[in-house]
């Protein structure tokens, strides 16, 4: 087989990455930056033009490597416009606030959750709401604008070629009607339908390289460039490489700035039976096929409590130290009640709080990764999951949450993946879907304690709140 390397670009909410792949599957190299925000016109946005500026530096970093092939994946809350072949304007921050005045007519615009599997967000999470915003922030430039999501942004930053793919459109924006396959009626209304670029499968070559950025970076003006995808789908599909998951019943735990759980299953899903108040929604895999997915900003709680450094509870020499934590903390009944991030997750509506709130280090990420591990299993609940679970993402190596998780879920055969690789991995599996991931997975055994206590106690002082 001649020798040929790809690379894939994932645009996150907290981490930019760039990584170097062989065709077997093996990663070369890898960049991370930690993600930037700027400001214009006195909102807070995401700087297309910072990250695109190291984007290329670092794609001329990997110009020696006979590279074939460019993947974009990015996060499922952005939105691109472009104008007369550029952008726009820098893309809203799904963080900003919208007025609320605003935000109240759009919600009142919005197709139900039984059709678009899409429950209402805060700020600009449904990215419909950051649409019907820009409509009235520039309504000129919006009447005549190519829309892209964030993922296919970059695709066209790449090769000038401008497209659209369902994993973004049907990642909770209120403009896709996932089991109908096509736009909402919202959509169609707001005419956002016709201005978005033409669909494309995430694995369909869009482009070559532009000839400018091919001599920039060095790299080969041949290089094709991939529609791309929605990192958490990017996710699903590493997951399905490994031949425990595949097709059949599974529920993939995909952990980073957000946790978020998404359910592989034959049954025919009743949207409406999900319950849209508590984080639960329908993402849309590669295939097109609707996934009841639930969650939370696990990632973002994490660190809202031990700082930024959140490798401080998944570091791998903290881990003995972290496990004997554990008895010391249900002894003290110390633990944290949701939630951090308010109007996210499984209980958006309750404000979190310390119970005998520990003093020591050990102690207290130990009780945060507890508190994640009660909140992601509630998540779990709510689709339904069953069979097997896979924890993958940064915090897959957090030795307390996912013993807790097994604990919690006797019922389920608890597996581990790589903690750094899958999201990249999954959209080179996008070239060639026969990859199998490295290694295998590790079922994860319980944690020796019990808590089964302890959840009951969590679970009657959220009770008591209501």
Request: hydrophobic residues 45%.
């Amino acid at each position: 087989m001649p020798q040929g390397a790809f690379i894939v670009i994932d645009l996150g909410k907290t981490l930019s990455k760039v990584s170097l792949w062989s065709r077997a599957g093996e990663m070369i190299d890898r960049r991370v930056r930690p993600a930037v925000l700027c400001e214009a016109d006195g909102l807070r946005r995401l700087d297309a033009e910072a990250i695109g500026t190291w984007l290329l530096e670092t794609l001329g970093e990997f110009s020696a490597h006979p590279v074939e092939a460019i993947i974009p994946v990015g996060h499922g809350a952005g939105i691109a416009a472009l104008d007369g072949g550029r952008l726009a304007f820098p893309p809203l921050d799904y963080e900003q606030a919208l007025p609320a005045d605003l935000l109240a007519q759009y919600r009142a615009a919005r197709d139900p959750f039984r059709r678009t599997g899409s429950p209402p967000l805060p700020d600009g999470l449904n990215f419909g709401a950051q649409l019907f915003w820009l409509d009235r922030l520039y309504p000129e430039v919006m009447a005549r604008a190519t829309l892209l999501p964030w993922a296919q942004y970059w695709a066209w930053f790449l090769t000038g070629v401008p497209v659209s793919e369902v994993t973004s459109l049907g990642c909770h924006s209120d403009l896709w009607f996932p089991v109908e396959e096509c736009f909402s009626h919202l959509a169609e209304e707001q005419g956002w339908a016709r201005r978005f670029a033409p669909l494309a499968r995430a694995g369909e070559a869009v482009g070559t390289l532009l000839p400018a950025l091919a001599e920039r970076t060095g790299l080969s003006p041949q290089v094709r460039v991939l529609a791309g995808l929605h990192d958490s789908n990017a996710a699903l599909l590493a997951a399905r490489g490994f031949a425990e998951i595949a097709t059949n019943e599974a529920t993939v735990l995909s952990t980073g700035t957000w946790f978020i759980a998404m359910r592989l299953t034959a049954e025919v899903i009743d949207l409406a039976s999900l319950p849209e108040a508590r984080d639960c929604l329908v993402n849309v895999d590669a295939y097109g096929q609707p996934v009841p997915s639930a969650r939370f900003m696990g990632g973002r709680e994490i660190e809202s409590v031990i700082g930024i450094d959140t490798r401080r509870v998944d570091i791998r020499p903290d881990q003995p130290a972290l496990l004997a934590a554990v008895p010391r903390v249900l002894e003290q009944g110390a633990m944290l009640l949701p939630t951090l991030h308010s109007g996210c997750g499984p209980f958006p509506a309750s404000v979190g709080r310390w119970i005998a709130e520990p003093e020591d280090w050990f102690e207290k990420r130990a009780a945060m990764c507890l508190y994640a591990a009660l909140v992601a299993e509630s998540s779990l609940r709510l689709i339904g999951t069953q069979e097997l679970l896979l924890v993958e993402g940064r915090f897959a190596e957090a030795e307390v949450f996912v013993r807790a998780l097994a604990s919690l879920r006797p019922d389920l055969a608890v597996y581990t993946a790589n903690a750094h690789k899958d999201v990249s991995f999954g959209a080179l599996r996008l070239v060639d879907p026969t990859l199998i991931p490295q290694g295998s997975l590790v079922r994860v055994q319980p944690l020796a304690e019990d808590l089964m206590p302890y959840r009951t106690q969590w679970e009657m002082h959220l009770e008591n709140r209501a």
